[in-house]
């Protein structure tokens, strides 16, 4: 007796579609899904970000080349 049935389920889903309505049970539905998805993207380090970045391929046919150089602050005033 702990447990619900399937009735007692599908009548609860019932009440709340009536209530609610399915329009605004959809950009429920749509608010949390970006929420999750925002949260998922937080979450990842700054390194996975540009590592995901890098990973990008080019356009069929198109070379890309370049130097990568790390940028350094200079103590002694010059530059």
Avoid: C, Y
Avoid at 4 to 17: D, E, T
Avoid at 26 to 42: H, L, M, P, Y
Avoid at 50 to 68: C, D, L, M, R
């Amino acid at each position: 007796m702990g447990s619900f049935s399937i009735w007692h389920w599908l009548i609860v889903l019932l009440v709340v579609v009536l209530i609610f309505g399915t329009k605004k049970l959809r950009n429920i539905g749509t608010d949390i899904g970006s929420a999750v998805k925002g949260f998922k993207e937080g979450m990842k380090s700054e390194e996975e970000k540009s590592q995901a970045k890098a990973e990008i391929a080019p356009a069929a046919g198109q070379t890309i080349e370049g130097e990568v150089r790390k940028e350094t602050a200079n103590k002694s005033g010059e530059g």
